[in-house]
């Protein structure tokens, strides 16, 4: 699956402890992988796996104890806090399981918000907002707030912001956690025409094997390790 | 991120909870009208003590009849007029002395035509006016060959003008002071209120000479309650106390040891005293006005860490999608600013309204001066910042993945 280029995602053994009472907990035992440009990966594993952890890291949040992480060619894993608030906002849109819409905020102000932190200015923000919202079929919503809508909207409403700033990368964390189950059916159906049509990598984590079914590959934590890496060609083989 | 972007962020955040907005705007609102008022209070009480002392004139001594204290009883000064003319016009021709005017007061009915008036009734000299730095706004002031001879004329005060004869023009007419018919020669000029808060405008004068015969009926024998002194220079002031003292003690013939008959004292270090326990007291006002005003902000700096705290899960989401510390950092910033200056301005109103109302209703001369505005709104937006600085630091030194666990 991988191409020749230069993989969008590269790890190599990348390692994350946390201090505790008892002494320090490895939540991450050494993992090295490739993800390239246009892939829709599915990241399984119980809580506890490192799952979680992983894409904190993938998503500029918090920086590896060891091991390197190379976001687009670029070593991201030693740079500042405002370089990576930067790269997280051009680079990189979040889908979460509990939506993390701003309530007091419209739709359109929402989904402006990334475009706000890029500096653009009012009007721009404005319109291409709408026009994100439009993508997921909601713009004729884009004044009400997020509490006025329902949870398969919100959650567009949100894959519309985490695609406002037009990343290259899309971070999806239990999108279809709190939905139902033809919502949820909706959501992925539009991740994969997302992934299909406009070429966005797409790594999502789920614990739900049919969710999972989406994406071309699937990577399996336990214990902090990867022990499962396989496409979806070769499951069905 | 543009700041414009900033205020409209701030502007969102506070009116999304316009109660909390309002209560925490409400303690910079009351410190900043404490401090407009106190401040217009402190500088109208100024400017009324000034006016005062510069109508009360200069470099002045006032002798009064009578000792303080008299063998460690104290006697009310003046209870026993000591002090003659004669008195008066050798002090005058003392060095470092302009002017020295004997004074008699007592109270009078004055009538004309069928208006009357009672009013303070003072026999005099020429010097008096000299000494008061009182000109005549029409006709003049009595000569001293009045005095000598006793005249029946008296100048009078612009309260009392205006009361006894209206629009008429007072000078040459002629007013009945105790049944004795006496001429207005002159209206004096209107100096208003004195350091005790009398009308000083409510007055007359007559001579000396003429006060005793035909007010006082010789009941004080052509002595004088006191006598007020003006020296040359205030520098001259020391030298012509101890003068007059030792000029009254040889007239008097007051031996070695024993008890003054007669009182000297510095009008213009009194004043000066008053002067300076104004500004004390003015200051002492902005001073615990000022402290509400800090309360105020120590009241939003309450509030923003409670914001912070409440927001702790909106702030995740914002550094998640791209916002730098120094964007959260500037958003609470902003946020605290826009209080402490929202609230500044209706502080601003309600001082400014306040300080009117206590001029119309108790007469008071306040001024709201441009420094105080300028203070005011400076200091709140020292407050804001300061007080506003640590709540913004602690949102932007948040860690954003556990700001997005938070609930």
């Given at each position: 699956m991988t191409g020749s280029a230069a993989p969008l995602i590269e790890v190599v053994g990348l390692e994350k402890d946390?201090?505790?009472?008892?002494?320090?907990?490895?939540a991450l035992r050494g993992v090295s992988l490739d993800i390239a440009e246009g892939e829709f990966v599915a990241i399984m594993g119980a809580s506890g796996s490192g799952k979680s952890?992983?894409?904190?890291?993938?998503?500029?949040?918090?920086?590896?104890?060891?091991?390197?992480?190379?976001?687009?060619?670029?070593?991201?894993?030693?740079?500042?806090?405002?370089?990576?608030?930067?790269l997280r906002n051009r680079e990189i849109g979040f889908v979460f399981q509990g939506f993390n819409l701003l309530p007091k905020l419209s739709a359109l102000d929402n989904v402006a918000l990334p475009l706000l932190y890029a500096g653009m200015d009012r009007e721009a923000r404005r319109q291409q907002a709408q026009s994100m919202l439009a993508r997921v079929g909601l713009d004729e919503r884009s004044h009400h707030t997020p509490l006025q809508l329902s949870g398969g909207q919100q959650q567009r409403?949100?894959?519309?912001?985490?695609?406002?700033?037009?990343?290259?990368?899309?971070?999806?964390?239990?999108?279809?956690?709190?939905?139902?189950?033809?919502?949820?059916?909706?959501?992925?159906?539009?991740?994969?025409?997302?992934?299909?049509?406009?070429?966005?990598?797409?790594?999502?984590?789920?614990?739900?094997?049919?969710?999972?079914?989406?994406?071309?590959?699937?990577?399996?934590?336990?214990?902090?390790?990867?022990?499962?890496?396989?496409?979806?060609?070769?499951?069905?083989? | 991120m543009i700041f414009s972007s900033l205020i409209e962020t701030a502007w969102?955040?506070?009116?999304?909870?316009?109660?909390?907005?309002?209560?925490?705007?409400?303690?910079?609102?009351?410190?900043?009208?404490?401090?407009?008022?106190?401040?217009?209070?402190?500088?109208?009480?100024?400017?009324?003590?000034?006016?005062?002392?510069?109508s009360m004139g200069s470099n002045l001594?006032?002798?009064?009849?009578?000792?303080?204290?008299?063998?460690?009883?104290?006697?009310?000064?003046?209870?026993?007029?000591?002090?003659?003319?004669?008195?008066?016009?050798?002090?005058?021709?003392?060095?470092?002395?302009?002017?020295?005017?004997?004074?008699?007061?007592?109270?009078?009915?004055?009538?004309?035509?069928?208006?009357?008036?009672?009013?303070?009734?003072?026999?005099?000299?020429?010097?008096?006016a000299v000494v008061r730095d009182w000109t005549v706004a029409s006709g003049s002031f009595f000569n001293e060959a009045d005095v000598r001879r006793g005249a029946r004329v008296v100048v009078i005060g612009d309260v009392v003008a205006r009361e006894l004869f209206g629009d008429e023009d007072p000078v040459g007419k002629i007013i009945r002071i105790k049944q004795a018919p006496f001429e207005v020669i002159g209206v004096l000029a209107a100096k208003g209120q004195s350091l005790d808060g009398r009308d000083q405008d409510d007055t007359v004068m007559v001579p000396f000479s003429s006060a005793q015969q035909k007010i006082f009926s010789g009941s004080l024998r052509n002595r004088a309650r006191f006598i007020m002194v003006q020296a040359v220079s205030e520098k001259s002031m020391d030298n012509a106390e101890a003068a007059i003292n030792d000029l009254l003690r040889s007239r008097h013939r007051i031996q070695a040891g024993q008890d003054d008959d007669f009182t000297v004292r510095n009008l213009t270090a009194i004043a000066e005293t008053a002067a300076s326990t104004t500004r004390i007291m003015s200051l002492l006002l902005g001073a615990i006005a000022a402290i509400s005003l800090v309360v105020g902000g120590i009241g939003i700096?309450?509030?923003?860490?409670?914001?912070?705290?409440?927001?702790?899960?909106?702030?995740?989401?914002?550094?998640?999608?791209?916002?730098?510390?120094?964007?959260?950092?500037?958003?609470?910033?902003?946020?605290?600013?826009?209080?402490?200056?929202?609230?500044?301005?209706?502080?601003?109103?309600?001082?400014?309204?306040?300080?009117?109302?206590?001029?119309?209703?108790?007469?008071?001369?306040?001024?709201v001066t441009v420094v105080s505005v300028l203070l005011a709104v400076g200091v709140s937006f020292l407050i804001g910042v300061f007080f506003g600085f640590y709540p913004a630091r602690r949102a932007a030194g948040l860690d954003p993945i556990e700001a997005l666990r938070a609930q």
């Open positions: 946390y201090p505790t009472g008892a002494g320090v907990f490895q952890t992983f894409m904190n890291l993938l998503g500029c949040l918090d920086r590896p104890t060891r091991g390197i992480y190379r976001l687009g060619g670029q070593e991201v894993s030693r740079l500042s806090s405002d370089r990576l608030a930067a409403v949100a894959i519309a912001r985490a695609l406002a700033s037009r990343p290259r990368l899309i971070l999806a964390d239990e999108p279809t956690g709190n939905l139902d189950s033809e919502t949820s059916r909706q959501v992925m159906d539009f991740f994969s025409q997302l992934n299909r049509e406009e070429g966005i990598t797409l790594v999502l984590v789920t614990h739900e094997a049919d969710i999972a079914a989406y994406a071309q590959r699937r990577i399996r934590f336990q214990d902090g390790r990867v022990v499962e890496d396989q496409t979806h060609a070769e499951a069905v083989a | 969102h955040a506070l009116t999304a909870h316009r109660m909390r907005s309002f209560l925490t705007m409400l303690g910079m609102v009351i410190g900043v009208a404490a401090v407009i008022l106190m401040l217009a209070i402190g500088q109208g009480a100024q400017a009324m003590v000034r006016s005062a002392i510069e001594f006032i002798i009064m009849s009578g000792a303080t204290s008299s063998g460690g009883a104290r006697i009310a000064s003046g209870s026993a007029p000591t002090l003659t003319l004669e008195d008066a016009d050798a002090i005058r021709a003392l060095p470092d002395i302009v002017a020295a005017a004997p004074v008699t007061p007592g109270g009078a009915q004055l009538i004309y035509g069928g208006v009357n008036w009672s009013t303070s009734v003072y026999g005099t000299t020429p010097d008096y700096m309450n509030i923003m860490l409670v914001s912070v705290t409440e927001r702790t899960r909106e702030i995740g989401i914002r550094m998640a999608i791209g916002a730098r510390r120094r964007d959260v950092l500037w958003q609470f910033l902003i946020e605290a600013l826009t209080l402490s200056l929202i609230g500044c301005g209706i502080g601003l109103l309600l001082g400014i309204g306040g300080a009117w109302l206590v001029g119309s209703l108790a007469g008071l001369p306040v001024a």
